[in-house]
């Protein structure tokens, strides 16, 4: 099958400090890879590359099999990639139900007409005269918003039109989670979507996930609890200092002795969540 | 008893702006003050000119309640504090427009807060008087607009004459204020001063806020003149004559006559002595307003020594005591009255008669003075 | 060829005159990632404490030195306990409003206290030139140069080796984590505006006694130049703002050098647009540094906007619709005049300010454009005034866009600075560009506002033309805040980053912003000048962007009513304060430091 994601060589350097050093990876349409490694290996950094936030300083991304390295973030939006951040980059000020709107941004078209030059002007023209077709439009998101909030239960439905700062922590992230959703993703890069979760969360957010994966969304996932990753994962790459140490099936990969070294050699932190997830 | 006292005036705006349309007929009483608005900064970045202003009302109103008023009444004026800022300005314009008791208003400052607010002096019919408003458009605004402001196309050939014939230069440096005044001084003085032969080699505009002119003197340095002219204020004034000196420019410099302040002395210290300053009035003047204005000046204000801006507000309260005495408390006969007052006595102008063509006052006197120990004397043809 | 010399060692005199102040503004900004605006404040009541030091107490020198830098450290430590710290934990862009009423109320303390007649403030120094090139240079040239280097120098001892400087450097990196760790932010907070007081005190002075001089109009002037030198020398670095002042310094000399001085201040402006587009950093900063990851919402505080129901603002509307029916007096008619012209600019500024988050600081550029366009077309072309206001607002909506793009990829602080810069150049071009804009002569006998051949002269028609046309353009601005528009909007300024990963264009976006934003301003400055029949470069001025942006700010940022409630705020105070005649300006910076202290949200709150 055609890989969706392929990176070579992919390296990123800060200073002194290479953050991401030549990552190789090839992820195929419906798959799950999960990115484990001890705190500061350079996965966020990757994520970055990859999404259009960072450039790298040699190496290249493709996606579909086109080249995509250092486009812009909203570039690659617009081709299908979504993602969530580390620390939950929801709109603080924005009602939930505006939030994930902004995910279906990139599929608004009767407001955003692809005309050349002057296609912001028509926007704007479009969006104070709002003609049938738009309100139309806008109306079918808000009810596409309410059908991807069902996913959550009675988490976030209720809460539709609160402010996003008013939300609890975990609901912040099932916020993030949705507005990637809205944007009708081909790839979809989740970062620790389970982070500062309690084991509840942390099981309600796994199901969702696995849903996802099982809907066949092509997922990488960058997540600490192991248990969860060893559950979803088609497969793990670990990543430390930048490079990629050990790439495989969720069982083998635990088991390296180099994956265990890197962990044991690190910050307590990463071993902490090790065990408190095992 | 300069002024009207706070209570009163706070008494009066408050009724004015709750019930302008109401008071119209309530103060016809002649026991009340004949009420002038004045419209100035007594804030913002002109401050000092709305203090000064005062100090030569002030001046003038003694005097005049001295002599038993005007037609038996008192005299008063009420400050409204427009920061020079157009947007105050007009509201301040529409507040004495509605305020029967105002018969006569004075200023603003500055040209964009004057000239912002004469449309609504002229349409409601109450005199504008502009005593520093030198733009040459501001008696344009309408019939209701009249100035007592040296016209620069009067004073700049004085003060060209003094620098090309009387001093001798032929090879000029302009330093001007990048203002609609300096600019419009300049014009004026390039024009006269080409006129009597010499040459203009160099003319720089700076901006109000400016404080170093070091570059600008290499400049002046570069075009080698043999005077320079400075078409300053008084504090900027004072600044370019210390750079100057201390970069080590030791030409003639000669100076308009809005330098003429005795802060002119104090800021420049020894580096304005031997500057030459083309002025209205000097202190040893014989004519008898002159030492009448120097002597209660001084003796008001604890021995200060008054300036131009000074001299401006004095007369012009003068001036708008003569023309009520003729035109009253109507505010058209006011108006009128412009037209018919001959020959006041005054500072600037020696006496003062309105030309109603220009609705602007022609002829300002002439001194020619230079700075002598530190302090301005009458210059005695000796060069520097 | 020794004139270059000359330009040259001028240049870096006048820049270490600038350095004095930029380091002061860096150190602060270094720890609080605030741009201290009352920095020129204190740095006035500095020079007037030296003066009274100086000519009353007739202290020597070293005296006046210590005198004035204690002083001016009290001064630097009240500020900070009382005027910041309360602060502490509501939105940043509070304490920078607050910077700007406290330079206010010291302003206008010193000048009630003082006069604002100018002083001389003689140099307690001997009167020794040396010759240098083609000029000369005096002792207190050295003291200055010697005064800046040394502090910058002993700033930087202190920062590197002392443990309260370490604790600076913690807090400026990392605040939480600083307090974490233990360090006592207040202590540092109140070391730094110390230090930074005392040496922004003893410049005001020292810089006082070079020309002799000192007035209360020097503040500003003194703020503008040393943010200027700050931000080129990378904000926040201590050495960087003495090199970014030398910069300066150079920069404005060789322009005055090579254009004349009327070009001069054009130059260190743009001076500033260009480093800020290029280095946005700061010379001095690294090229490429890890992407930031603020948290969010940082800039703007959570709030929960006041809800005004429909019938009361109906109500309302209704009430001013009818007011010149009312025995009201022209004065409140005109007051409200300037407060429906205030409100259309500032809902210009709330929607790319608040909206989107470009706190612009050079606003009135927008007015100065479309009140040129639009005296200049009916003038000239004879184009109806109805038509050439419009049309004024098209200019300010498209040139403004195009002026203002450059600060569309810089962030926070960066993006006011940017734009103050480019509104001073507005303000100078049109200064400069004579044959269009008649110059410091400015255009006069500007026609009267009319509409389908009525002129509109008297106070009743202007207010009620006035009122309509802000009501309209708040009634679309508050529909363009209910599109698609007013959400991508508000999602790109509570986090860019999070919304350029969802398709949001900043570039797209934020221009549309501008250009909405530029029409309603353009069409406040056309109607304005057709209203003043005179205008000139200096009809609006920074004073006007840092009005609007005070009433953005206490209406409630994107917040379309709070923008129209702030202007009659703002217009009406200082007229209800007229009452207290030369202390009115300070009772308004009182009223406005108590409501960023007790409303940080601003009355209505951000939307």
Redesign the interface.
């Known amino acids: 099958m055609a890989p969706m994601l392929t990176l070579r060589g992919l390296t990123r350097r800060f200073g002194g400090l290479t953050a991401v050093d030549a990552i190789d990876l090839d992820l195929a349409k419906g798959e799950l890879v999960s990115i484990i490694g001890p705190n500061s290996a350079g996965k966020t950094t990757l994520f970055n590359l990859v999404t259009g936030h960072d450039r790298p300083d040699a190496g290249a991304v493709l996606f579909e099999e086109r080249d995509v390295t250092a486009l812009s973030p909203e570039t690659l939006a617009a081709r299908g990639i979504a993602r969530t951040f580390q620390l939950g980059r929801v709109f603080a000020n924005l009602s939930v139900m505006d939030n994930i709107l902004i995910g279906a941004h990139t599929r608004l078209r009767a407001v955003r007409p692809a005309v050349p030059v002057i296609g912001p002007l028509i926007e704007l023209g479009l969006a104070l005269l709002r003609p049938a077709s738009v309100k139309a439009e806008e109306e079918r998101l808000r009810e596409e918003v309410k059908i991807i909030l069902a996913r959550f239960g009675e988490r976030l439905l209720p809460r539709i039109d609160q402010p996003a700062y008013s939300l609890s922590y975990a609901n912040r992230r099932r916020v993030e989670i949705a507005r990637a959703l809205a944007l009708k993703p081909r790839l979809l890069l989740l970062d620790e979507p389970t982070a500062g979760m309690n084991p509840s969360e942390t099981a309600e957010m796994q199901g969702l996930v696995a849903e996802l994966k099982a809907e066949g969304l092509t997922i990488l996932l960058i997540e600490h609890k192991l248990e969860m990753v060893m559950r979803l994962s088609d497969r793990v790459v670990v990543m430390d200092e930048g490079k990629k140490i050990a790439e495989g099936a969720g069982e083998a990969v635990r088991n390296d002795p180099k994956v265990i070294e890197a962990y044991l050699g690190h910050g307590l932190s990463g071993a902490a969540e090790q065990e408190s997830a095992a | 008893m300069s002024n009207l006292d706070r209570r009163t005036l706070v008494k009066g705006s408050l009724a004015a702006m709750m019930a302008g349309a109401m008071s119209r007929a309530a103060f016809a009483d002649s026991s009340e003050p004949i009420l002038l608005g004045v419209s100035g900064p007594l804030t913002g970045p002109n401050a000092q000119y709305g203090t000064q202003w005062k100090q030569g009302f002030d001046l003038a109103l003694d005097e005049i309640m001295a002599a038993g008023g005007v037609n038996g009444r008192k005299l008063a004026y009420s400050f409204e504090d427009s920061q020079s800022d157009p947007r105050q300005s007009v509201a301040i314009a529409q507040k004495f427009v509605s305020d029967s008791r105002i018969v006569l208003e004075l200023g603003d400052f500055s040209s964009p807060a004057s000239m912002a607010a004469s449309p609504i002096y002229q349409r409601a019919g109450l005199v504008q008087f502009g005593f520093t408003n030198s733009h040459p458009d501001f008696t344009k605004g309408g019939d209701f607009m009249w100035s007592t402001s040296v016209s620069q196309a009067d004073e700049q050939p004085l003060l060209a004459r003094y620098a090309v014939k009387r001093l001798g230069l032929k090879k000029l440096a302009v330093l001007h204020l990048n203002t609609d005044w300096g600019r419009t001084s300049r014009d004026h003085f390039v024009k006269a001063a080409k006129e009597y032969g010499a040459e203009i080699v160099v003319s720089e505009g700076y901006i109000a806020e400016e404080r170093d002119f070091r570059s600008t003197l290499v400049r002046v340095r570069d075009a080698s003149p043999d005077g320079l002219i400075l078409i300053s204020y008084y504090s900027d004034g004072a600044l370019i004559a210390r750079q100057a000196r201390q970069v080590g420019l030791k030409q003639v410099m000669c100076a308009a006559s809005s330098v003429y302040s005795p802060k002119f002395l104090e800021l420049g210290g020894e580096a304005v002595e031997d500057v030459h300053v083309g002025t209205r009035y000097f202190p040893e003047d014989p004519r008898p307003e002159v030492q009448k204005f120097i002597a209660g000046f001084k003796k008001k204000y604890n021995g200060q020594e008054p300036d131009a801006f000074n001299a401006y507000s004095y007369d012009a309260m003068n001036m708008a005591a003569a023309v009520v005495r003729i035109g009253g408390t109507d505010r058209r006969a006011i108006r009128d009255a412009f037209a018919k007052v001959k020959d006041v006595p005054s500072v600037i102008f020696g006496t003062a008669t309105f030309d109603v063509e220009s609705r602007r006052v022609k002829g300002a006197m002439n001194a020619e003075l230079v700075v002598r120990k530190g302090q301005f004397a009458l210059w005695d043809g000796k060069p520097t | 060829m020794s004139?270059w010399l000359?330009?040259t060692i001028?240049?870096l005199?006048?820049g270490n005159?600038y350095a004095l102040v930029a380091v002061g503004l860096a150190l602060i900004f270094g720890v609080s990632r605030l741009i201290n605006f009352a920095q020129g404040s204190i740095y006035l009541v500095g020079a007037y404490i030296g003066w009274v030091a100086v000519v009353q107490l007739h202290t020597p020198l070293p005296l006046t030195i210590i005198v004035v830098a204690a002083a001016a450290a009290l001064v630097g430590l009240v500020i900070e306990r009382f005027g910041l710290r309360p602060l502490q934990n509501s939105v940043r862009i509070a304490p920078l409003l607050a910077t700007i009423g406290i330079s206010f109320v010291l302003d206008?303390l010193v000048?009630l206290t003082f006069?604002?007649?100018?002083?001389?403030l003689?140099s307690q120094l001997p009167d020794v030139?040396f010759?240098v090139g083609?000029?000369?240079i005096?002792p207190l040239d050295l003291l200055i140069a010697g005064v800046g280097l040394t502090s910058a120098l002993l700033l930087f001892v202190f920062l590197r080796y002392s443990k309260l400087g370490w604790a600076v450097r913690a807090a400026s990196q990392d605040r939480d984590a600083a307090m974490q760790m233990g360090v006592d932010v207040n202590r540092v907070n109140q070391a730094v505006f110390g230090i930074a007081a005392a040496l922004g005190g003893v410049s005001g002075m020292l810089?006082g006694m070079y020309?002799?001089?000192i007035?209360?109009?020097?503040s500003l002037?003194a703020t503008l130049k040393g943010v200027v030198a700050e931000v080129v020398g990378g904000a926040g670095n201590v050495p960087g703002a003495v090199i970014g002042s030398l910069l300066l310094g150079l920069v404005?000399?060789y322009g005055?050098?090579v254009f004349?001085?009327?070009y001069?201040?054009l130059f260190a402006f743009l001076l500033l647009v260009v480093v800020l587009v290029l280095r946005p950093n700061g010379l001095f900063a690294?090229a490429?540094?890890?992407?930031p990851?603020p948290?969010?919402?940082t800039f703007?505080a959570?709030?929960?906007p006041l809800r005004i129901p429909r019938w009361a603002l109906l109500a309302a509307a209704a009430i001013f619709a009818l007011l010149p029916l009312l025995?009201?007096?022209?004065?409140?008619?005109?007051?409200l005049i300037?407060a429906w012209?205030?409100g259309m600019l500032a809902l210009s500024l709330t929607l790319v300010a608040g909206t989107i988050g470009q706190v612009s600081l050079g606003h009135a550029a927008l007015l100065a454009i479309g009140a040129y366009t639009s005296a200049l077309l009916s003038l000239s072309a004879a184009v109806p005034v109805g038509l050439a206001i419009i049309a004024g607002g098209l200019m300010s909506a498209a040139l403004g866009t195009i002026l203002i793009s450059p600060s569309f990829r810089l962030r926070g602080h960066y993006v006011s600075i940017a734009t103050l810069a480019i509104g001073e150049i507005v303000s100078l071009v049109i200064?400069n560009w004579e044959s269009v804009t008649r110059?410091?002569?400015?255009i006069?006998?500007i026609p009267?506002l009319s509409l389908f051949g009525y002129d509109l002269?008297s106070?009743a028609s202007i207010y009620w033309f006035s009122f309509a046309v802000m009501v309209a353009l708040a009634l679309?601005q508050a529909?363009?805040l209910g599109?698609?528009?007013g959400?991508?909007f508000?999602?790109i300024?509570?986090?860019d980053?999070?919304?350029?990963?969802?398709?949001?264009?900043l570039n797209?976006y934020k221009?549309?912003a501008f250009?909405?934003g530029g029409f309603a301003a353009g069409v406040s400055g056309g109607i304005?000048a057709h209203?003043?029949?005179?205008?000139?470069h200096?009809?609006f001025n920074t004073?006007q962007s840092i009005l609007a942006l005070t009433v953005v700010i206490l209406g409630g940022l994107g917040n379309v009513v709070g923008a129209v409630v702030g202007s009659v705020a703002l217009?009406g105070l200082?007229?209800l304060f007229?009452?207290a005649?030369?202390y009115?300006?300070l009772i308004y910076g009182i009223v406005l430091l108590l409501l960023v202290r007790f409303r940080p949200q601003g009355l209505l709150g951000?939307?």
């Open positions: 004139s000359d330009y001028n240049g005199i006048v005159v206008q000048m006069s604002p007649n100018p002083r001389a003689p030139r010759q083609g000029g000369t005096g810089v020309y002799n001089q007035d209360t109009a020097m002037q404005e000399s005055v050098a004349g001085t009327s001069r201040n690294s490429r540094q890890a992407p990851e948290l969010t919402g703007i959570p709030s929960r025995p009201v007096s022209f004065y409140v008619l005109q007051t300037n012209l205030l200064l110059g410091p002569i400015g006069s006998g009267p002269v106070p679309l529909r363009l599109s698609h528009l959400r991508s508000r999602a300024r509570d986090d980053i999070a919304a350029r990963a969802y398709g949001l264009s797209r221009s549309l250009i909405f304005a209203l003043y029949s005179y205008i000139n200096e009809t004073q217009v200082p007229e007229r009452i005649a030369e009115r300006i951000t939307i």
